[in-house]
């Protein structure tokens, strides 16, 4: 267990964060704040006086487009449509916070990786090292399509992804220090000796190239991952310094943690495991006034929209699924997955899977953590001890309100209790996050 917990902030750049029909909510101010720097810079600022380690953006480059075999029920309740590049909010939060680090998901798809390493480093360069990226192998269809690409299949995607990582690291590792010398006098920049030119030839990319962004005061963006496949925690663990995940409740996230500690032993990882689950907070005055709360938006979801959400996510049509069967006789084979962990979510109740995607449309597979301040700084810290975890991934219903409340009432009870920071301890990602 680290000394203290840590805390990202977990959104999209898209109408709604984790929240399917946030943005019809009254208190919400992320839709009408999407096209201003006003709004997101406030919003790191937000979570800056609030010694958030960062905040985190989840992507889909492309719409969801399973559910009925096209785009139109996302584009109707706008889930995830628009879907805006979240890279390009990195440099304007960077340039309105000293501390906060900003991470970014980016697929590595179709970006080829000199391209991928020059866009994030520059971007940490600019931070002075505030930088995080989340490598994601791309699983939406649609983003193949919209590239003219072929989908490539699971376990092939996570091999090709390890090979794009040795390409980005020979890019990192290319400047070696003291590679600028600046030497007005001499008329001399920098040293070549010092620069390693690098000839990859590999399975799925060739790169030969000359490194050319400098390192920032962390040296490469902070690396996460999300696979939750066996594969894909195995290309966790070798390759994350802080790994994501979603599990229903404290039982889940514990056994999450054994597997993933006997995957890192097994891949022969040399350093510690930062696990962050994603957790969605309900702050009232009252249990009853926070579940109040989650009831009433809960209700106000059309089935469509969380299908639609659902369907995406999960690579399936819902719209070809008997959804009124209870989740376990669902035997679709397109649809195993989802109910594996539909079943795991709803704690193997006898519910149909209509139900299960109602009450997911809160926020996927995202728990909900509800109570008065203090019951959720309870909630919280038990987690954090009895998993051993990093820390969360906050994602509110409500931006920026949500994150108000936690950072003006949740903060200081854990601050309180000597498990949170009061001030940063460094300014880039790296030396506050990984430490
Ligand atoms: C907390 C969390 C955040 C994720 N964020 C994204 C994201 O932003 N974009 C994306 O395409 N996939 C995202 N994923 C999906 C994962 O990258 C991964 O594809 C998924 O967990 C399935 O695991 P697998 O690829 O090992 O089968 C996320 C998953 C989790 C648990």
Redesign the pocket.
Known sequence: MPEKMHLLAFLMHTPINHMTMSWADPADRQAAGLGSIAHWQALAQTLERGCFDGMFF???PAVYDHYQDNTDVAIKYGVNWPTHDPVALIGIMAAATRHLGIAT?V?LASLHPFLAVRSMSTLDYLSQGRVGW?I?????RSEYRAMGLDVVE?DKRYDRADEYMQVCYALWRGILPDAVVADREAGIYADPAKIEKIAFEGEYFRCHATPSVLPSPQGRPVLF?????G???RFAVDHADVI???QPDLPRMQTFMRKLRETATESGRDEDLRVTF?VQPFIGESLEAAEEKRDSMLAKIPLEAALTRISGTFGVDLDTVDIDKPLQEITTQASQGLVSAMSSMFNDKNITLREAVRLSGLAGLIPQILGTPVQVADQLEEIWRETGCHGF?VTPAIVPGGYEDFVDLVVPLLQRRGIFRTEYDATTLRGNLVG
């Open positions: 989840a992507d889909v998901t697929s989340n994601v192998t791309g699983n939406a699971h991952q999300a696979g939750s496949s594969r894909g925690q994501f995940a979603i994603a991934n």
